[in-house]
């Protein structure tokens, strides 16, 4: 009998347990439903090596600097922010690669990334499909809109077209276009035609070059046989949309062909204050960029972002426009982080539009139509200390418009298509 009742005291004792923990077990499982989360993880995917690395690090740095601040002055929502970074390798099969694991694997709330367009082409999709964000900073073609994906560079009429209008005021009428082989240069230049078309001036010349070559020599032959065609052609103006390292090697060759800025001027859409820095002084002085930022704008706001860039990554650093959109970026996204009480994607999408930031460049805004953003176009002259005398500004923030109105937005959609088609399902074009 004793023993039956010590049995049943055992059994007593066993159930006890049991409840006890699985009471521990439900409440440590509320807690981890109704307590916060430690961090909030981001995404910032950059080209790390590879021909874009020369841009996309610095673009990189500038968006880890904004994180660091933002952490530096409590973090958002009482979390840190924490960001994975991801070498994008220069390879657009990369960066579609990497951002999936990043949203589905690392279960990051934002994403900061890209530069070149058949990068922000090849993971639209993908962004679009799990209905997350995406920043993305560089100037690029227009003729996109998505409902994931905010734009802080310029488009057309904050870029391409008013660098068109200045140079038929104050250079000449005859433009030479020279292109890396990808969807931005190739609806770029169909802009410039456009435009071209609506006034007195002529396109003398048309040449495109691999975005990504086999080799240095395999390129550098290909500009030779560029250059000797714009020698021919004698044009007032080039037109430079070369992205990447092949600058370096297009304007060597310029000037060994005795082509200098007195000459012939060259208005650069992809080259900044970064880029500069692997390019010859004497090589590129008197040549033109436009963006909507450059490191001399005289404020206090670029005063601080200048020294906290050079502080974080060396006194003789430079920022550039794309190292300052990305950089705004994030703090645009911390402001509609905290609009909307919320990290998740669509909550920050809603809550984004119509945002406002007085950035190093200026105010900024998000357009709440089509996620694009207001910005001062700015026109620069390269100096002999390699930076840029900013020579013209529109003064007050240009409205977006990514669909130029000398074609209907269904033809242009149409253009893109095409090009998508014609290059077997790619956004580069086959070497």
């Known amino acids: 009998m004793n023993r039956f009742y010590h049995d049943l005291q055992d059994l007593s004792i066993i159930r006890s347990l049991i409840f006890i923990l699985m009471l521990l077990g439900s409440i440590l499982l509320i807690y981890s439903m109704l307590s916060p989360q430690e961090v909030i993880r981001v995404g910032v995917l950059h080209s790390l090596t590879g021909t874009m690395a020369i841009s996309e690090k610095p673009v990189a740095n500038a968006t880890l600097l ?3 601040e933002l952490n530096a002055n409590g973090g958002l929502l009482g979390k840190k922010i924490q960001p994975i970074i991801v070498d994008g390798q220069s390879k657009d099969t990369t960066f579609a690669k990497e951002v999936k694991r990043l949203i589905t694997e690392e279960k990051v709330d934002a994403i900061f990334g890209c530069w070149t367009s058949s990068c922000r082409k090849t993971i639209k999709p993908i962004v679009e499909n799990y209905q997350h964000i995406f920043f993305y900073p560089v100037q690029y073609e227009g003729l996109e809109q998505s409902s ?7 488009v057309p009429n904050q870029q391409i077209i008013p660098a068109l209008r200045w140079s038929m005021d104050n250079i000449g009428q005859r433009f030479f276009l020279v292109s890396s082989d990808y969807i931005f240069p190739r609806a770029a230049n169909q802009i410039i035609h456009d435009v071209v078309k609506k006034n007195t001036a002529e396109i003398v010349g048309e040449e495109y070059i691999p975005l990504t070559p086999l080799n240095d020599q395999e390129q550098i032959i290909n500009i030779k046989k560029m250059v000797q065609k714009i020698i021919k052609a004698q044009p007032d103006v080039i037109i430079n949309t070369i992205n990447g390292n092949s600058n370096i090697h297009f304007f060597e060759q310029l000037f060994s062909a005795g082509i200098s800025a007195d000459k012939i001027p060259v208005i650069s859409l992809s080259i900044g204050e970064s880029e500069l820095q692997y390019l010859d002084k004497t090589i590129m002085k008197g040549h ?5 930022y450059f490191q001399t704008i005289n404020s206090e706001q670029n005063s601080k972002f200048i020294a906290a860039y050079q502080q974080e990554f060396g006194h003789n650093s430079v920022t550039s426009d794309p190292m300052e959109s990305a950089y705004f970026s994030v703090y645009l996204w911390a402001a509609a982080v905290k609009a909307a009480h919320s990290s998740q994607p669509i909550s920050v999408v809603e809550a984004i539009k119509g945002h406002g930031y007085y950035a190093p460049e200026g105010m900024v805004t998000i357009d709440k139509k089509n996620l694009h953003t207001w910005k001062t176009v700015r026109i620069a002259q390269i100096n002999k200390n390699g930076q840029f005398k900013i020579i013209w500004d529109s003064i007050h923030p240009v409205k977006p418009k990514p669909y130029p109105a000398s074609r209907t ?10 090009l998508f088609q014609q290059w077997n399902s790619h956004w580069v074009a086959p070497q």
């Open 66 to 68: 904004a994180i660091k």
């Open 148 to 154: 994931n994906i905010i734009y802080t560079g310029a």
């Open 288 to 292: 033109y960029s436009v963006w909507n």
């Open 409 to 418: 937005k269904a033809e242009w959609q149409e253009y893109v298509e095409q």
